[in-house]
């Protein structure tokens, strides 16, 4: 929950200089950038998670997407050709944001042998 806590208390107080993630027995501490404690509303907090959170679910889908791209560039090298599998795979990798939205419903496209 630390980046996600970090995220939304900075999206709800942008003045927040310094975050001391809470535990289970300590609540968070947050600071302004004058060291001056802020009062946070946890309740507020917890509710720009769940904003926040599609979001950060198609980050994490379009970050596998680019490294999955990534993968094949050599493909498309100017002394290569891609096979029409090959740019059927890739475009399918630029496609996959148009129908899912997350990595844990995503079906990846299979990478051609050729």
């Known amino acids: ?3 996600e806590f970090h995220n939304a208390v900075l999206a709800l107080y942008p003045n927040t200089a310094n975050i ?3 535990t289970e027995t300590i609540p ?3 600071k302004d950038r004058d060291g001056n404690v802020i ?3 946890m309740d507020a907090v917890e509710a720009e998670i769940a904003r926040q959170q599609p979001q950060v679910k ?3 889908l379009r970050a596998e997407r680019n490294q999955r791209l990534a993968n094949t560039d050599w493909w498309a ?3 290569l050709t891609m096979t029409a599998a090959q740019t059927a795979y890739r475009q399918a990798l630029r496609d996959i944001t ?3 939205t997350s990595l844990d419903d995503v079906v990846w496209p ?3 042998n050729e």
């Open 28 to 30: 968070a501490t947050v």
């Open 110 to 112: 299979e990478e051609p």
């Open 20 to 22: 001391d993630h809470p």
């Open 58 to 60: 198609l980050d994490a």
């Open 39 to 41: 009062d946070i509303d």
């Open 98 to 100: 148009d129908t899912y």
């Open 1 to 3: 929950m630390s980046m």
């Open 77 to 79: 090298s100017s002394d």
